[in-house]
């Protein structure tokens, strides 16, 4: 684990980049990450996935599949994989500031 400081906030990160306490995470934070990880601005659509990815994880523990987020979120396969290039799902959570979802790589 590591504690970085991101807009004068201490946020603790796993071995692969995740936020380990998603109580700490705001949208400032997710503008930080999302740049970190190849998304220069956030959009409305952003951020419609990565508050579904949040409430899925607050409810059930663990961040939506693929699957389940591309048919529950309103945001389509193509577009999720044009929001989030490179891994929808991991890269959505990273940003959303949850756990890496079980079914990810």
Do not use: Q
């Not at 995740?18 to 990450?33: P, S």
């Not at 956030?42 to 990565?50: I, S």
């Not at 389940?68 to 890269?91: H, I, N, Q, W």
């Amino acid at each position: 684990m590591s504690i970085r400081t991101i807009n004068n906030k201490p946020v603790d990160f796993d071995a692969e980049g995740f936020m380990t306490n998603a109580k700490d995470w705001d949208l400032e934070i997710a503008k930080v990450l999302a740049a970190e990880e190849g998304i220069p601005a956030l959009t409305d659509r952003h951020v419609v996935v990565l508050n579904f990815m949040r409430r899925e994880f607050e409810t059930k523990g663990d961040g939506p599949s693929i699957r389940k987020l591309t048919k529950e979120s309103g945001v389509p396969t193509k577009e999720l994989y044009e929001l989030f290039p490179g891994g929808p799902a991991k890269k959505a959570a990273k940003i959303a500031g949850i756990k890496k979802p079980h079914g990810c790589i």
